[in-house]
């Protein structure tokens, strides 16, 4: 059978004598790949996030609504997410589940309920927990490592990226190795807080029982996402994180392999993801951060 590139009939090159004949064929050629059916990389551009406070059916949520406003969270995340280049908009919503505290990307939206941030606000620590973890970090944490693990699924989907594993821990895994690029004392704040939201509190060497159906799940187990999140964190930068493992709150033996566990991660969104992100936005990602953080965390120091 033959090669269905070799077999279609090529271009005289004749045809192409003048400058403005070949701008003709140029620009004909350019339109042909920016038709329908053309690969979505070739459609992509950046600044392609869009977002809506969706006004909340509980009045109990009413404050969150309130202060996700006021704080122009979306507005700042859709800043920070400015750089990924994307084939269609992707929208961030927060809104009402009817009593579903959870979080889902579906059709180019990222819906974050109201009663999932309702149940970060509740299990946010009241104290400052080892590791210098504050109130706001358990707050801030939990609440951008779900917008991200959600922007991971919406990538995957929308750029057609391959997966191998499981899609839940590749959206922990992308949303773990873009808090690591917010700058080295913002991802150790990000990190540790995203993993106190996993059960970091649970004391070292308690014995768990459960019903066997929770292995079914397609996430893996709150704290196996934890110290999955850890390791990530641990690999990337040892020094950062050498008091996770001092401390014990990810063991010796599993992080003796996170440095490798990194560079697989790291290997694959380079590959993977890199050519979808505009190069010149990303470089002020840690500025875009640090720019609209400082108001937040002293909102949230207090319970
Ligand atoms: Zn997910």
Redesign the pocket.
């Given at each position: 059978m033959p090669d269905p590139v070799e077999s279609t009939p090529r271009p005289n090159r004749s045809w192409c004598r003048t400058l403005a004949l070949c701008a003709a064929m140029a620009a004909a050629v350019i339109v042909t790949l920016f038709a329908a059916g053309a690969p979505a990389s070739a459609r992509s551009k950046s600044n392609q996030i869009q977002y809506e406070y969706v006004p909340p059916k509980d009045p109990a949520h009413q404050a969150i609504y309130d202060q996700m406003k006021q704080g122009r969270a979306l507005e700042n995340l859709q800043e920070l997410l400015s750089p990924l280049r994307l084939p269609y908009p992707l929208k961030l919503t927060v809104a009402g589940c009817d009593g579903v505290p959870n979080a889902w990307y579906s059709n180019e939206v990222v819906k974050v309920c109201y009663e999932l941030l309702a149940e970060f606000l509740k299990h946010a620590s009241k104290q400052e927990l080892p590791m210098g973890i504050t109130r706001a970090d358990t707050i801030l944490g939990p609440v951008l490592d779900v917008f991200l693990?959600?922007t991971g699924?919406a990538v995957y989907d929308m750029l057609q990226i391959p997966i191998l594993g499981r899609q839940?821990d590749a959206?922990d895994q992308f949303a773990a190795y873009v808090m690591l690029r917010l700058g080295k004392e913002e991802a150790r704040k990000l990190i540790l807080g995203a993993a106190y939201g996993y059960n970091i509190q649970m004391p070292q060497g308690v014995r768990v029982t459960m019903e066997v159906d929770a292995f079914s799940n397609e996430?893996s187990l709150p704290a196996q996402r934890a110290y999955n999140v850890l390791c990530i964190a641990y690999g990337a930068d040892s020094k950062l994180f050498a008091d996770v493992v001092e401390l014990e709150f990810l063991p010796k033996k599993r992080a003796e392999l996170c440095p490798y566990e990194y560079e697989d991660l790291t290997f694959a969104m380079t590959k993977l993801i890199g050519p979808h992100i505009d190069k010149r936005r990303a470089a002020k990602f840690h500025e875009v951060w640090a720019r609209t953080v400082t108001e937040r965390r002293a909102r949230l120091a207090r319970p």
């Open positions: 693990h959600e699924h839940e959206a996430h």
